[in-house]
């Protein structure tokens, strides 16, 4: 496969927008509540470290940066740092959490990375690394290539490569769904740089958390989650309902999920 199949592959689906940013927007009471992570207990963090891929001299860009977790995590390890996501509830947690922290090396743009035009951004060649941890902002040819083309030293895209989430996968059965092309998104990220001349180094890391939403707020998200990929309709819709009605326990939907996150390293040329 050349890179010109590749970019015909590895292309946007239709979304519904709407359903994307609120999607994000509901999740965002969970993923902008967070303690700061540091290298001593965050794989991500310590990885960055080891690899020397951040210094006190460096502008930093966060792609897909949520509620800000990273972004204010490796604050103090640079110069100054950016934080881009579609989301305004998430940005609007990352800069609470910037003002409770006190952190003013920091800021936070509310952007679709998909739409961004580089050059009137200002972002091009801007920064000496940009990195992507588990963002559905990376999913196609032209979102991964901006990573490039924002870069002037290193790039770090992380995201899963295997995961197992009961309540999802079993909806994608349901439903009809085709596979999650997040799995694909990193062999076709590996491609195109291999393709192009790269070496590309990998790091693998092994995760499990758990996962416990009312059934309200479970049936709300996955409706959204599933919008975004696939247009669907009341009786759908009521498949849903009655598949989290019948795994939910006391009003509530719970499980483990377990992924491989696979850590993909460039020095941009």
């Known amino acids: 496969m050349n890179i010109n199949e590749i970019k015909l592959k590895w292309r946007l689906k239709d979304q519904d927008k709407e359903a994307n940013i609120n999607l994000w927007d509901e999740k965002a009471d969970y993923f902008g509540n967070y303690v700061i992570p540091t290298s001593e207990n965050d794989e991500f963090i310590k990885l960055l470290k080891e690899e020397n891929l951040i210094n006190k001299d460096f502008k930093v860009l966060d792609v897909g940066c949520g509620g800000g977790k990273y972004t204010l995590a490796l604050a103090q390890e640079c110069s100054y740092i950016y934080g881009i996501d579609l989301s305004s509830k998430m940005i609007d947690y990352a800069n609470e959490n910037k003002r409770k922290l006190n952190i003013d090396n920091t800021s936070f743009i509310c952007d679709d990375w998909h739409e961004l035009d580089m050059n009137k951004s200002n972002l091009y060649k801007n920064f000496d690394l940009v990195f992507a941890s588990m963002t559905p902002a990376i999913q196609s040819a032209s979102t991964f290539a901006k990573m490039n083309e924002a870069s002037k030293k290193y790039c770090v895209l992380r995201c899963n490569i295997r995961r197992k989430d009961f309540v999802y996968d079993k909806l994608s059965e349901i439903l009809n769904l085709s596979q999650k092309e997040e799995n694909l998104n990193f062999l076709y990220a590996f491609n195109m740089l291999y393709l192009q001349g790269y070496t590309p180094r990998i790091n693998y890391e092994e995760k499990t958390w758990s996962y416990k939403e009312t059934l309200e707020k479970a049936y709300s998200t996955y409706v959204k989650k599933i919008k975004t ?22 009003g509530y939907v719970e499980e483990e999920i377990n992924s491989t996150i696979a850590t993909l390293i460039w020095n941009v040329k």
């Not at 819709?237 to 326990?249: D, Q």
């Open 229 to 250: 990929i696939k247009t669907i309709n009341g009786d759908e819709e009521n498949k849903i309902s009655e598949f989290l009605k019948g795994i939910s326990n006391s």
